[in-house]
């Protein structure tokens, strides 16, 4: 049985995991977004290796983060949503209430579809050894880049929600990783521009 410190240190790995998710999802999109890739495409193309392995490490950064909080398996005893909030309760460190408004949050419809599509978009993705691309697997996946924010978001709420619970704690997620990505491509573009 884990105690209280346990559970606490649990739920620092969840809120580590959401928040590497969230900065590696920030990068990824920064990267791949029609919108900036317009205006960076001959710069990202001046460093063509860097950034493909850049793109393709943070699409898989920030996936096996962000599906790994929501392992709904636990029999593996991995620490995810569901197994820190099983331990909670049973140590008696939240209510019966605290549970059940947690399983409300993770039960949610919405949710639970966007999770589902992630895990397909995991599965397709890694399953089939890369055959297919990012953009191809959001897509045979029915994932969307607002799709993934929302899950993001809604992972922050849930590993406060378990702190406020356990221990009247909260965490700040105020890193972003999107406008210092874009400064890099910015700073390259005017350093080769100049040229």
């Given at each position: 049985?884990?105690?209280?410190?346990?559970?606490?240190?649990?739920?620092?790995?969840?809120h580590?995991?959401?928040?590497?998710?969230?900065?590696?999802?920030?990068v990824?999109?920064g990267?791949s977004?029609e919108?900036?890739?317009?205006?960076?495409?001959?710069t990202?193309?001046?460093?063509l290796?860097?950034?493909?392995?850049t793109?393709?490490?943070?699409?898989?950064?920030?996936?096996?983060?962000?599906?790994?909080?929501?392992?709904g398996?636990?029999k593996?005893?991995?620490?995810?949503?569901y197994?820190?909030?099983?331990?909670?309760?049973?140590?008696?460190?939240?209510?019966?209430c605290a549970?059940?408004?947690?399983n409300?949050?993770l039960?949610?419809?919405?949710?639970?579809?966007k999770?589902?599509?992630?895990?397909?978009?995991?599965?397709n993705?890694?399953?089939?050894l890369?055959?297919?691309?990012?953009?191809?697997?959001?897509?045979?996946?029915?994932?969307s880049?607002?799709d993934?924010?929302?899950?993001i978001?809604?992972?922050?709420?849930?590993?406060?929600?378990?702190?406020?619970e356990?221990?009247r704690?909260?965490?700040?997620?105020c890193?972003?990783?999107?406008?210092?990505?874009?400064?890099?491509?910015h700073n390259l573009?005017?350093?080769?521009?100049?040229k």
């Amino acid at each position: 049985m884990k105690k209280k410190a346990d559970i606490l240190k649990d739920i620092e790995r969840l809120h580590h995991a959401v928040m590497v998710a969230s900065e590696h999802f920030d990068v990824y999109h920064g990267l791949s977004n029609e919108k900036y890739r317009k205006e960076y495409t001959d710069t990202m193309n001046r460093y063509l290796g860097f950034f493909d392995c850049t793109i393709s490490a943070h699409f898989t950064a920030f996936l096996l983060c962000l599906t790994k909080v929501f392992d709904g398996n636990k029999k593996n005893k991995r620490v995810s949503f569901y197994t820190v909030l099983d331990e909670a309760y049973s140590t008696g460190n939240i209510s019966e209430c605290a549970k059940e408004k947690i399983n409300g949050e993770l039960d949610n419809n919405d949710l639970k579809t966007k999770v589902t599509n992630l895990l397909i978009l995991r599965n397709n993705h890694f399953a089939h050894l890369g055959q297919l691309n990012p953009e191809k697997a959001f897509r045979e996946a029915g994932v969307s880049p607002n799709d993934v924010i929302n899950v993001i978001e809604k992972a922050k709420e849930i590993v406060n929600l378990l702190a406020y619970e356990v221990d009247r704690n909260s965490f700040a997620f105020c890193l972003e990783a999107k406008t210092p990505t874009l400064d890099l491509l910015h700073n390259l573009k005017q350093y080769h521009d100049r040229k």
